[in-house]
Structure formats: structure tokens, C-alpha cells
């Protein structure tokens, strides 16, 4: 039986050469509703915040998603598989690229039809402990034309789209990988995820 850990290994071993990779089923797909359902149902609530840029205020033009963070200690019951499935590959991930990968930290994201996320870098002025960037889509039955790709720019100028689609999961370096969110015809939700180095100075 292949277990997700082996699958695992074929993103550790792309991250290694290319530093992405696009893992394709990584929940199953009763497990990915109940985290659309449960992303959506915070939304209705309100209790979602305007996403900002860096520190700074909400900027909408730039950046139109509105998130909602994991507690990673103590996930809701739909969370729990994406969190258990981002241990695994954290524990790939060191055993194989020795990245020294800490921790990790998660938010939903709702895109609402035609926001976007203008092109960045999620690791801001290399002072940031970030170092993996994954993204988890929970869109059940998104086609090409309904837009709201992610732009991976590649280091020779080349891009990489991919669609947001229920159960795939975009990896990248967050320091090596400007990308941009495009605007889509349909509200876009997802799980931004971002695995961390320990911070300098603190203790193990
Ligand atoms: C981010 C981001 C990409 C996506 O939240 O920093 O780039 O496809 N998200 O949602
Ligand atoms: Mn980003």
C-alpha cells in the first residue's frame, strides 16, 4: 500500500531539484468538503477577517481574500486531516532536504469573484521565517475558464499556472517564488500554509 508518507517523498524529491511541486489528491474528497464546508460556513458568519499585506492595512485592489487562522494545537474536526497530512510532509520535507522546518501555520482564504492577489513574495525581505509555501484548494469542479489561477514565476522566466481545485496542494520555496493570485468568476476558497524554520534566538 502506498502510503501518503511514500507519496510525500516524490514532493520532497521535486522540491529538492525544482523547488515546487503540484501534489495532486493529497485529502480524500469527503475530507476536503468537510473543510470547503466548514471554510464556507465561517465566511457566512463573519468570521473571516480582510486579509493584509505584510504588517501594513488591507489593501483590497492588491490583495482581496479575507482569512480566518488555524489554531494548529487544537484544529476543529474537519481541519484535523489537512493538519496531520502538513506534519507528514514537514517530517519528508526535514528528512530529506534537512531544511529544519519547526512548525507549521495555516489560514483559510475566500476569494470573492474577481479579487485577487497582485504578484509577491511570501517571505518578506528574507527576514522571515518561512521557507515552504503550500496551498491546499478546496473548489469542487473548478474549470480553466473559471480563472483564479496561481501564477508560479519560475526562476527563467517561465510561469507555472495552477488552477485551484478541490484536493491539489501547490508547494514552493517562499523565498525563491514570486506568484500572483488571478481574479476568478467564482468565489475561490483555499489553505495557505506556510512551514517554518525556528526563529533566530529562540530556544529549541
Ligand atoms: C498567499 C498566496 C496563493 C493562492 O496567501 O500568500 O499566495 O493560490 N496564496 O491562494
Ligand atoms: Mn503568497
Redesign the pocket.
Known sequence: MTTLADRFQAAADALAADGWYVFEGMLPAAATADLARECAAMLAAQQMNP?RIGVGQAAPAL?G?H?RWFDMDAPSAAQRPFVDAIEILRQSLNRSLMLGLAESEA?Y?V?PPGAR?AR?L?QLRGRDARVV?A?Y?LNADWAPEDG???RLYLDDGRSHD?L?RAGTL?LFLSDRFE???LPGARE?M?I?CWMRRREPGTLP
Open positions: 486579509a490583495r481574500d482569512t489560514h482564504a476569494y492577489y509577491h511570501d509555501s496551498v484548494y483564479g489561477a496561481l495552477v485551484p501547490a506568484h500572483e493570485v475561490r483555499s495557505a
